[in-house]
């Protein structure tokens, strides 16, 4: 089978055989007839064998006069327009036969055309009516007609019958158009290119990715012609890998830039493209965008990751708890004995110094304690609401005798912000924390350390960014930011910034900036840092705004102490024995009687026992089989007005917010010195009160 291109030029042969062919028919016989005798007789030989060879032409051939009257065809056309013989045709016109009437307007509009132009018009495709109805496709070629002057006289036409030809380029074209409606229904993206990487086609997707409004506009040009001309070079190696290899690429990631500047992410195949014989000839390709999944995978990386981090600083908070807890109940042993030691020393005595002493490394042991309790987010709190700007700005003197005096300090505190319920002294300790570490950070040199206090909107994505132990409720949230020029911090060291320890110095001093982090968790807050390095760092510190005023039990207002010795007896209940021993002791030196229970349980039995003679109940938080709260609400059964202080290394906020509104007696924080238990003591055995 012959091209179209192959076709038309094998039509051009015929056509112009056939034309020279015709107007020697004309020319001897038509054209004498019509002109010079019409009463004369027929032509010579020469037009009779013109016209038998013209018959022999299987392209139909007419010729008309300037009327657009038929002069003569030959026999291809006549059998084509359903006559029997040529000469049936000559005087008719093409509204003579059986044509619809537009047809006849459109084939006698073209040949007006050629004889009032005297050009010819090659070419045409139009339809051709048989007499059965039959519809074919022609293309005609009608060229003037001249005398032996060159004058017009008329036209002659060629027609050739493309009917096959048409219906195949209408099934092609059919074809194509199904092709394109289905892949332009497909979700993904559908290319194809030549062996220069030069596009051939798209689909309607790939069209728009591209910027462009059909999938044609895609035709000719090249990737360095798109908007991801940055990533050209990358995919023409790809092209040519799998065009030079004749294997499939196929699965692969790749980046692209969209043509608005979007950065975006491809899974790609390609394949190479065959001709009929299996010689590459180009490559196909295909793509769908991922980047939502790879965003959304990027994402919950970056939530397991945080949620492996804030698992980790929970075990570890949960550890210095525990630690902190046993501590502080061989801390009350440490401080009990050496105030019953001090109280029975004289005031001379040799011993007398090394015993205070104990007492002060006791001390400074409950501060450490409490540090560690304050990472855990257990720390001693005493919530009331207060300004966070104020507790800055009566810091400043402090704050500037701590840090060298290269550093400067520059506030920018907003007015009127909402109140945060909080622990002051603790807000104390971050903010100096956070100033201090600060300093370091810039380090020898001169530099600024910013202080700046506002309230922000800040929503659940933005706090899982953060230093959360918990999936905390976008709301109004009060910040505190601190924010230095010094030498920054990489990823690896932010990741473990709040460590317990951990430090970038030659040598840790302690929980630092973990306690920040616990201090912050138990006011049901959360830590954002941001860093680089050589960029200065920035840490904002975001505290709950409106939660209301956390439970707590107030601290006794002083009072003189009454005349004489406390009277009565005062049950013990804790699961360590050296803290009932020396709390018993303690006790016993004020006059009072001491019963010890080791558990709940126990302590219930002895109550059941002693109740009319127990005055007052000192009861750990903490203890096997039955802790405080279950004894408690027992004992509470037992007796409504019976008098209990609670015990624990904890906060007084975590520890009391159980107890609202049941009468509590009173909060005794462990590790206690004797001053401490008699003041608690002389508050409690006054009448009872509620708490």
Same mark, same amino acid.
């Given at each position: 089978?012959?091209?179209?291109?192959?076709?038309?030029?094998?039509?051009?042969?015929?056509?112009?055989?056939?034309?020279?062919?015709?107007?020697?028919?004309?020319?001897?016989?038509?054209? @004498?007839?019509?002109?010079?005798?019409?009463?004369?007789?027929?032509?010579?030989?020469?037009?009779?064998?013109?016209?038998?060879?013209?018959?022999?032409?299987?392209?139909?051939?007419?010729?008309?006069?300037?009327?657009?009257?038929?002069?003569?065809?030959?026999?291809?056309?006549?059998?084509?327009?359903?006559?029997?013989?040529?000469?049936?045709?000559?005087?008719?016109?093409?509204?003579?036969?059986?044509?619809?009437?537009?047809?006849?307007?459109?084939?006698?509009?073209?040949?007006?055309?050629?004889?009032?132009?005297?050009?010819?018009?090659?070419?045409?495709?139009?339809?051709?009516?048989?007499?059965?109805?039959?519809?074919?496709?022609?293309?005609?070629?009608?060229?003037?007609?001249?005398?032996?002057?060159?004058?017009?006289?008329?036209?002659?036409?060629?027609?050739?019958?493309?009917?096959?030809?048409?219906? =195949?380029?209408?099934?092609? @074209?059919?074809?194509?158009?199904?092709?394109?409606?289905?892949?332009?229904?497909?979700?993904?993206?559908?290319?194809?290119?030549?062996?220069?990487?030069?596009?051939?086609?798209?689909?309607?997707?790939?069209?728009? *990715?591209?910027?462009?409004?059909?999938? *044609?506009?895609?035709?000719?040009?090249?990737?360095?012609?798109?908007?991801?001309?940055? =990533?050209?070079?990358?995919?023409?190696?790809?092209?040519?890998?799998?065009?030079? &290899?004749?294997?499939?690429?196929?699965?692969?990631?790749?980046?692209?830039?969209?043509?608005?500047?979007?950065?975006?992410?491809?899974?790609?195949?390609?394949?190479?493209?065959?001709?009929?014989?299996?010689?590459?000839?180009?490559?196909?390709?295909? $793509?769908?965008?991922?980047?939502?999944?790879?965003?959304?995978?990027?994402?919950?990386?970056?939530?397991?990751?945080?949620?492996?981090?804030?698992?980790?600083?929970?075990?570890?908070?949960?550890?210095?708890?525990?630690?902190?807890?046993?501590?502080?109940?061989?801390?009350?042993?440490?401080?009990?004995?050496?105030?019953?030691?001090?109280?029975?020393?004289?005031?001379?005595?040799?011993?007398?110094?090394?015993?205070?002493?104990?007492?002060?490394?006791?001390?400074?042991?409950?501060?450490?304690?409490?540090?560690?309790?304050? $990472?855990?987010?257990?720390?001693?709190?005493?919530?009331?609401?207060?300004?966070?700007?104020?507790?800055?700005?009566?810091?400043?003197?402090?704050?500037?005798?701590?840090?060298?005096?290269?550093?400067?300090?520059?506030?920018?505190?907003?007015?009127?912000?909402?109140?945060?319920?909080?622990?002051?002294?603790?807000?104390?300790?971050?903010?100096?924390?956070?100033?201090?570490?600060?300093?370091?950070?810039?380090?020898?040199?001169?530099?600024?350390?910013?202080?700046?206090?506002?309230?922000?909107?800040?929503?659940?994505?933005?706090?899982?960014?953060?230093?959360?132990?918990?999936?905390?409720?976008?709301?109004? $949230?009060?910040?505190?930011?601190?924010? *230095? *020029?010094?030498?920054?911090?990489?990823?690896?060291?932010?990741?473990?910034?709040?460590?317990?320890?951990?430090? &970038?110095?030659?040598?840790?001093?302690?929980?630092?900036?973990?306690?920040?982090?616990?201090?912050?968790?138990?006011?049901?807050?959360?830590?954002?840092?941001?860093?680089?390095?050589?960029?200065?760092?920035?840490?904002?510190?975001?505290?709950?705004?409106? @939660?209301?005023?956390?439970?707590?039990?107030?601290?006794?207002?002083?009072?003189?102490?009454?005349?004489?010795?406390?009277?009565?007896?005062?049950?013990?209940?804790?699961?360590?024995?050296?803290?009932?021993?020396?709390?018993?002791?303690?006790?016993?030196?004020?006059?009072?009687?001491?019963?010890?229970?080791?558990?709940?349980?126990?302590?219930?039995?002895?109550?059941?026992?002693?109740?009319?003679?127990?005055?007052?109940?000192?009861?750990?938080?903490?203890?096997?089989?039955?802790?405080?709260?279950?004894?408690?609400?027992?004992?509470?059964?037992?007796?409504?007005?019976?008098?209990?202080?609670?015990?624990?290394? $904890?906060?007084?906020?975590?520890?009391?917010?159980?107890?609202?509104?049941?009468?509590?007696?009173?909060?005794?924080?462990?590790?206690?010195?004797?001053?401490?238990?008699?003041?608690?003591?002389?508050?409690?055995?006054?009448?009872?009160?509620?708490?």
């Amino acid at each position: 089978m012959m091209e179209p291109g192959e076709l038309r030029t094998g039509s051009e042969i015929v056509r112009n055989l056939a034309v020279g062919l015709a107007l020697a028919v004309a020319g001897g016989w038509a054209l @004498r007839k019509l002109l010079r005798d019409r009463r004369g007789k027929a032509g010579g030989p020469g037009p009779i064998v013109a016209s038998r060879i013209l018959d022999t032409v299987h392209q139909g051939v007419f010729w008309k006069d300037r009327a657009s009257v038929y002069l003569g065809c030959n026999a291809a056309f006549a059998t084509a327009v359903g006559l029997d013989h040529p000469s049936e045709i000559i005087g008719k016109t093409d509204y003579d036969l059986h044509w619809p009437r537009a047809d006849a307007d459109a084939y006698r509009a073209d040949d007006q055309e050629v004889i009032e132009s005297g050009t010819a018009k090659r070419a045409i495709l139009e339809p051709l009516q048989q007499a059965d109805g039959t519809r074919l496709w022609c293309e005609t070629s009608k060229e003037p007609l001249r005398d032996d002057e060159g004058r017009v006289i008329g036209i002659i036409g060629l027609c050739t019958d493309v009917t096959d030809r048409r219906l =195949q380029e209408i099934d092609l @074209r059919e074809t194509r158009l199904m092709l394109q409606t289905v892949l332009d229904g497909i979700p993904v993206r559908v290319f194809w290119k030549d062996l220069n990487s030069v596009y051939l086609g798209c689909n309607l997707l790939f069209a728009r *990715d591209a910027g462009l409004e059909r999938p *044609d506009d895609i035709v000719g040009k090249s990737d360095h012609d798109l908007g991801w001309s940055e =990533q050209a070079d990358l995919y023409r190696a790809d092209d040519r890998q799998v065009m030079d &290899t004749n294997q499939s690429k196929l699965g692969y990631e790749e980046p692209q830039t969209t043509p608005d500047g979007e950065q975006i992410w491809l899974r790609t195949s390609k394949m190479p493209l065959h001709d009929l014989e299996g010689e590459v000839i180009g490559v196909l390709g295909t $793509y769908e965008d991922i980047t939502a999944s790879k965003r959304a995978e990027a994402e919950q990386r970056s939530l397991e990751a945080q949620m492996l981090h804030a698992q980790k600083l929970e075990s570890l908070g949960i550890l210095a708890g525990g630690i902190a807890h046993d501590f502080n109940n061989l801390l009350v042993a440490m401080l009990g004995h050496a105030d019953l030691a001090l109280a029975d020393l004289p005031p001379g005595a040799g011993a007398h110094q090394h015993v205070e002493e104990i007492r002060t490394a006791a001390r400074r042991a409950r501060e450490l304690t409490n540090q560690m309790l304050a $990472y855990s987010g257990k720390g001693r709190f005493v919530v009331r609401s207060l300004q966070l700007g104020e507790v800055v700005s009566e810091m400043g003197h402090l704050l500037e005798a701590a840090i060298p005096k290269k550093v400067g300090l520059r506030y920018r505190l907003a007015r009127d912000l909402p109140a945060v319920e909080a622990d002051v002294a603790q807000l104390r300790q971050v903010v100096m924390n956070l100033v201090t570490n600060a300093a370091e950070a810039i380090g020898e040199g001169r530099g600024t350390i910013t202080l700046a206090t506002g309230q922000q909107q800040a929503s659940p994505e933005y706090l899982r960014s953060a230093f959360s132990q918990e999936n905390l409720p976008g709301g109004d $949230y009060v910040y505190l930011e601190v924010s *230095d *020029d010094g030498c920054g911090m990489d990823a690896a060291t932010r990741e473990r910034l709040f460590e317990p320890f951990f430090t &970038t110095k030659f040598q840790g001093r302690g929980l630092g900036l973990a306690a920040v982090l616990g201090i912050v968790r138990g006011h049901r807050g959360t830590v954002k840092v941001d860093s680089e390095p050589g960029q200065g760092s920035s840490v904002k510190v975001l505290f709950p705004v409106g @939660r209301g005023e956390a439970p707590t039990v107030a601290e006794p207002a002083p009072e003189e102490e009454p005349a004489g010795p406390l009277r009565g007896t005062v049950l013990v209940v804790d699961d360590e024995e050296v803290v009932r021993e020396v709390t018993r002791e303690m006790l016993e030196r004020d006059g009072l009687e001491v019963l010890t229970a080791g558990d709940g349980a126990e302590a219930i039995e002895v109550f059941r026992e002693r109740q009319g003679q127990i005055v007052l109940i000192l009861l750990d938080m903490t203890m096997p089989r039955m802790d405080g709260e279950e004894t408690f609400r027992e004992l509470r059964r037992l007796d409504p007005d019976v008098r209990v202080i609670l015990m624990s290394g $904890y906060n007084e906020q975590d520890t009391t917010s159980r107890f609202v509104g049941k009468r509590l007696a009173g909060f005794l924080q462990k590790p206690f010195t004797l001053q401490d238990l008699e003041a608690r003591l002389r508050a409690a055995l006054g009448p009872p009160k509620d708490r």
